[in-house]
């Protein structure tokens, strides 16, 4: 079978390469349809003419509007699928998450306190006040 432009100027040239396979999916689609029409009409598959010249009839505007429904059906398919991961997608980011927050609140007030108190053991036992260094009188 001869080469196929339509596969080129879809999939080959495009920067989309995922969007370019769902572009000729659609063209494949179509062209499957009309060989069918063919089929039904002529009672015989088309010629490899035929098939060559079926390719030729699709214009650069053809192209555009394969490539704009395949933007729209792969549109589709990640608002379905988001919708559908949506709940869990929520349950996972509230899971936990404001209780989580106040015990790490508390146990870095916790570890600050301890150490704070390290310090002031540490320079009680070197003999330095901090009430008589603040200014402080006792």
């Known amino acids: 079978m001869a080469y196929n432009p339509v596969f080129k100027q879809l999939v080959e040239d495009s920067n989309d390469k995922v969007l370019g396979m769902v572009a000729y999916g659609i063209y494949k689609t ?3 349809e009309w060989m069918l029409a063919v089929k039904a009409d002529k009672g015989r598959d088309p010629s490899p003419k035929e098939l060559a ?3 030729a009839t699709w214009t650069p505007q053809l ?3 394969a490539v704009d429904a395949a933007e729209s059906a792969l ?3 990640a608002s379905v699928a988001i919708d559908g991961a949506r709940p869990e997608i929520v349950t996972e ?7 989580r927050n106040v015990l790490l609140s508390m146990l870095a007030a916790l570890l600050y306190t301890v150490a704070l108190i390290m310090v002031a053991l540490v320079l009680k036992a070197a003999g330095i006040d901090l009430l008589s260094v603040i200014g402080t009188t006792t």
């Open 75 to 77: 549109a589709e398919f």
């Open 53 to 55: 010249d079926y390719a």
């Open 30 to 32: 179509s062209k499957r």
């Open 63 to 65: 192209i555009d509007n």
């Open 93 to 99: 980011a509230l899971k936990g998450s404001a209780v």
